[in-house]
C-alpha cells in the first residue's frame, strides 16, 4: 500500500517488484533485458559471467569446434595460428623445433661432416 499526502501524491516511490528469476538467482523485473535459451533465463548483466561458465566447462576438443563453427574459415585459421605463434615465443622458439645451440664455427663443422 502506498501512503499518500493530502493531495493524492505518493509520498514514497513505487518500488518496482521481480517478475521472475535468472539462472543465477538473480531479480528479473518488467523492463530488464534477458536472454533465453535451454538453460533458462539469462540477464543482460550475466552474460559475460554466462558465457565465461559455459566456455570453462568444454573440453578442448569441443572448445575447438565451437570455434570452428563460430568464424569464418579465414578467421578461425587466423586466431589458431595466432595462438600458436604465441606460445612458441612464450616457450622458447629453439624448444618448440627442438633446436640446439651451437658455435658458428661448430655449425660450419658440423655440416661437413653430412
Given amino acids: 500500500m502506498t501512503i499518500r499526502d493530502s ?3 505518493p509520498l514514497e516511490p513505487n518500488y518496482e517488484e521481480p517478475i521472475l528469476k535468472d539462472v543465477y538467482g538473480d531479480d528479473i523485473y518488467e523492463n530488464s533485458t534477458v536472454y533465453i535459451n535451454a538453460d533458462g533465463i539469462v540477464l543482460e548483466e550475466n552474460l559475460e559471467r554466462y558465457s565465461n ?3 570453462e566447462e568444454l573440453t ?6 565451437e570455434l570452428r563453427e563460430s568464424m569464418l ?4 585459421s587466423e586466431t589458431i595460428k595466432e595462438a600458436l605463434i604465441t606460445w612458441i ?3 622458447g622458439y629453439a624448444k618448440h623445433f627442438d633446436l640446439q645451440p651451437l658455435r658458428g664455427g661448430d655449425a660450419v663443422e658440423s655440416r661437413r661432416n653430412y
Fill in 7 to 9: 493531495l493524492g501524491v
Fill in 89 to 91: 615465443e612464450e616457450n
Fill in 53 to 55: 561458465e559455459y566456455v
Fill in 73 to 76: 574459415p579465414s578467421q578461425y
Fill in 60 to 65: 578442448a576438443g569441443e572448445a575447438n569446434e
